[in-house]
Every structure is written in structure tokens, then in C-alpha cells.
């Protein structure tokens, strides 16, 4: 089989513990890239957080692309278009915050380049280190959240966040896609908005057959888009039943697993 695109998540996938990329992977997506191969990222990560990763590779001198925020933006790396944008009303992000303080988890979002919370935590402090971007605190959450956002984050320590993504899920069915990129991240999109969807409609535009397309991920954010992709991989060091629900299993982010794959299915 030819692939034509490769996806990748980045944290946990594409990059290494300490958040780089490794000089093996670097060189093998390169190689790729030289190939005529796209590379696409596709994180949960603000699109701010991303455009350094995409410049190291060198996604806009090949014409590739982002997905950002779990897929609710889709940009042209070359041109910084944005392509495509799904957004949560000011409504549905105030009534996000209630459920929060329900279950007595945290929550955050972001508004003008920064992380909009109404307290700050540890895990507030990873998205920081994550994205690079600020955090601002408010007192007033929703009075601070008047116009639409793009995603809505709850935040608490796995097993507890475990039972509240399982609550929400069913409290919430059919009106948002919920789902969590680490297990203190629970995060919220328009419905039907995922990482999944979002590549299926960038291959109708670059006229890309599913088949053709590589999907990477570690998490359960990563798993519609490993379903939909011909070949989906879950990193050595993803969740057992991640892997248990891709094609192929590949070495961990610390074993240059990425850069396993295209050596393997790319060059």
C-alpha cells in the first residue's frame, strides 16, 4: 500500500517525554516529507502551541497541515488559513462551568492567547508548560466568557475524572463530544467534532482515500482518527485498549516510535 499522509498526535506520540522531538523521528518525517508524504499534527493543543513543532518540521515548505484543538481548526501550514473552525457558544461554556462545580472538578478554556480559569492547579500548569501560553484567573468565570470559545477543559486526577467522563458522557449525549487527551484532561467540542472528523474532511479536500492515510496517537482524543485512518497505530505506551483498537502497535514516544512507522510503512 502507498500512503500519501501521515497524522500524528504530539505529546505521548510525536514528542518525547521532555516535549522534543527525537533526531531519529526528525529525520525519518523529513525523509517522508521528501517523499511527497504530508505530514499533519493533530493535537488537542491550542493552535498557538503548535506552530513551533510544525516550523521545526517544516510542514509549510511542504503545503501540510494542523489540526488543532482535538480538530475544531483545521490551517493550512503554508498560508495560516484557517480552513475550518468549530466553536462552543458563551451558553453552552457557562453551562460547562455548573457541571464543573457539580462534580467539583476544575475547568478551564481560552480566551485571547491565554488559559481562562478560576483557579489555578497543577494541571492548569501543564497546559501552560504545554502550550506556552499564559494562564489568566478570574473570579468570574463566566462573565469572563462572552463570546464563543473553541474547546472547554475539566481538569482532576484520573480515576476521579474517569467517573465524571463517564457521567457526562451520557448527561451530554448527542449535544458535545466529550472525551479525555491525558487522564486529568477531560475535554469538550461541538458534537461530532473530533480529531476523526476533522481528518476525514481534509482528505475530501486533498482527495485522499482513508486508505492512503497513516493515523499515530496515544490516547483516547487520538482514537477516531486511528479508526478512520487505513493504517491507525497506537504508540507502544498508549492505553491498552488503544491498542487493542489499532492496526499496529508501535514503540513507545521514548523509542523513537513515530520514526518506527515510517521506517516501516514510508520509506
Known amino acids: 500500500m502507498t500512503y500519501k499522509m501521515i497524522v500524528l ?21 523529513m525523509k517522508a516529507q521528501e517523499k511527497g508524504v504530508k505530514v499533519v499534527l493533530a493535537s488537542g493543543r491550542p ?17 501540510s497541515y494542523i489540526l488543532s484543538y482535538n480538530g475544531a481548526n483545521i490551517f493550512n501550514a503554508k498560508t495560516k488559513e484557517l480552513l475550518f473552525e468549530s466553536t462552543l457558544s458563551p451558553e453552552t461554556v457557562h453551562h460547562l462551568y455548573d457541571l464543573s462545580r457539580r462534580e467539583n472538578v ?11 480559569t478560576p483557579e489555578d492547579n497543577e494541571y492548569t500548569q501543564i497546559e501552560s508548560t504545554l502550550t506556552g501560553l499564559p494562564v489568566a484567573l478570574t473570579d468570574d468565570f463566566k462573565q469572563a466568557v462572552k463570546a464563543p470559545v473553541v474547546k472547554v477543559l475539566m481538569l482532576e486526577e484520573g480515576s476521579v475524572l474517569k467517573k465524571v467522563e463517564e457521567k ?21 467540542t461541538e458534537a461530532g467534532v473530533t480529531k476523526g472528523t476533522s481528518l476525514e474532511q481534509l482528505a475530501k ?7 492512503e492515510i497513516i493515523a499515530v ?14 493504517l491507525g497505530v497506537a504508540m507502544g505506551n498508549a492505553p491498552e485498549d488503544i491498542q487493542e483498537a489499532a492496526d499496529f502497535v508501535t514503540k513507545t514516544n521514548m523509542d523513537h516510535g513515530v520514526a518506527h512507522v515510517v521506517e516501516k510503512y514510508l520509506l
Do not use: C
Not at 502551541?49 to 517544516?58: F, I, K, P, S, V
Not at 479536500?205 to 486508505?211: A, G
Open 9 to 29: 498526535d504530539m505529546d505521548d506520540t510525536l514528542l518525547q517525554d521532555d516535549h522534543t522531538i527525537s533526531k531519529e523521528t526528525a529525520a525519518a518525517l
Open 47 to 63: 493552535t498557538f502551541g503548535m506552530w513551533d513543532t510544525a516550523n521545526e518540521l517544516r510542514l509549510a515548505d511542504y503545503g
Open 106 to 116: 476544575g475547568i478551564q478554556t481560552y480566551v485571547n492567547e491565554a488559559i481562562l
Open 168 to 188: 457526562l458522557k451520557q448527561e451530554l449525549a448527542g449535544t458535545l463530544s466529550v472525551y479525555r487527551s491525558k487522564p486529568y484532561f477531560l475535554e469538550f
Open 205 to 211: 479536500k486533498l482527495e485522499i482515500d482513508r486508505s
Open 217 to 230: 496517537g496515544d490516547s483516547y482524543n487520538d482514537l477516531e482518527m486511528i479508526q478512520y485512518a487505513g
